[in-house]
């Protein structure tokens, strides 16, 4: 996998009625690649969504906000990936081994916009912190029903507890994290995140 630069993020789905919203999130994500979030401003994003700064607020309150709504769809893109690209009749390790690949294909096409959701995030207070859990929460019930399906259910797994998910995600998360700041390839995420999955999916008492 390249990790030289970001591939153009997907734009985010929008109603007819709202693609200006649309395009304010994609040139949002392109100024993140290009330039990172912090050094991002209103005019950076405007220029980049070939609109107004009246356009702009019109929609959204504040730069933070703008970032607040790309990261909700950049998460639901991802899971909405990760569980197309499981089989859930095939075997435990198979459906392990999809999920990683999946998340990590996502990662490598939306570096920036990874790193900026688990570092930058969190110094936006109390926005970002219900973000965070609402994240969280959705993807360990991700993968709760991941773990319910026909294959586990064969193979005699019961489903990932939601603690167990929270450890797997947290250092999911680091990972990916120190990766994308190294300039790594992403692709190294896989050995270790289908090997901890794999351990922590398994037989339990």
């Known amino acids: 996998m390249s990790t030289a630069v970001d591939a153009t993020p997907a734009r985010p789905r929008a109603s007819d ?14 100024s993140i690649r290009e330039r990172g979030y912090r050094a991002t401003t209103v005019a950076d994003i ?3 969504a070939r609109t107004s700064k009246r356009t702009f607020y019109d929609h959204f309150a504040s730069k933070e906000e703008c970032f607040i709504d790309l990261l909700k769809a950049d998460m ?11 089989d859930p009749e095939s075997e435990p390790r198979e459906q392990i081994q999809a999920a990683v690949e999946a998340y990590v294909a996502h990662i490598d096409a939306r570096r920036s916009i990874a790193l900026s959701r688990i570092r930058e995030a969190p110094g936006l207070g109390d926005v970002a912190r219900s973000l965070h859990r609402q994240a969280m929460a959705e993807l360990t019930q991700m993968l709760v029903d991941l773990s319910s399906s026909p294959g586990f259910v064969r193979a005699g797994l019961p489903p990932v507890s939601e603690e167990l998910g929270l450890v797997l995600l947290g250092g999911l998360q680091e990972l990916t994290a120190s990766i994308v700041e190294d300039g790594r390839d992403v692709a190294g995420i896989v050995d270790p995140a289908v090997t901890a999955a794999t351990a922590l999916f398994g037989p339990r008492d």
């Open 76 to 86: 639901q893109e991802m899971m909405a990936g990760i569980r197309a690209a499981v």
């Open 46 to 48: 405007v220029r980049e």
């Open 17 to 30: 009625g709202d693609q200006f919203r649309a395009r304010l999130l994609t040139g949002l994500a392109t």
